[in-house]
């Protein structure tokens, strides 16, 4: 399984608008494509808008599926596209850590941070 941690930085005071495109248009296209969402959150005070996009395989075939979803008619065709209020944006494919045993049984399975 690949996991790409995404990262947007939304104009501002679209934020709203932008997310509601994406959960409305992005987010089941996506589902449809194969990918799965594992959890989007919004940072307000920053204006950006973060998920985390999986696909069954390797990084490579990752991208081979997200090219072939760019170029999709139905991603061509988006009613309103969420592209336009992106200021920026940065992705990165997550590689997981695994715990201890003891760590996972006596906390849920969670990381401390420092």
């Known amino acids: 399984m690949a996991t790409q941690l995404r990262d947007f930085?939304?104009?501002?005071?679209?934020m709203d608008d932008f997310?509601?495109?994406w959960r409305e248009g992005i987010a089941p296209l996506r589902r449809q494509h194969g990918f799965r969402i594992?959890?989007?959150w919004t940072v307000p005070a920053e204006d950006r808008f973060i998920?985390?996009?999986?696909?069954?395989?390797?990084e490579v075939e990752f991208e081979a599926r997200d090219a072939a979803y760019y170029a999709s008619e139905a991603r061509t065709g988006v009613r309103t596209d969420p592209r336009q209020w992106i200021v920026a944006h940065s992705s990165a494919f997550l590689?997981?850590?695994?715990?201890?045993?003891?760590?996972?049984a006596t906390d849920g399975g969670s990381v401390a941070s420092d």
């Open 95 to 104: 590689q997981p850590v695994p715990l201890a045993d003891h760590e996972a």
């Open 38 to 40: 594992s959890g989007a």
């Open 51 to 58: 998920w985390l996009l999986e696909a069954d395989g390797n």
């Open 9 to 14: 930085t939304i104009e501002r005071e679209r």
């Open 19 to 21: 997310v509601t495109a």
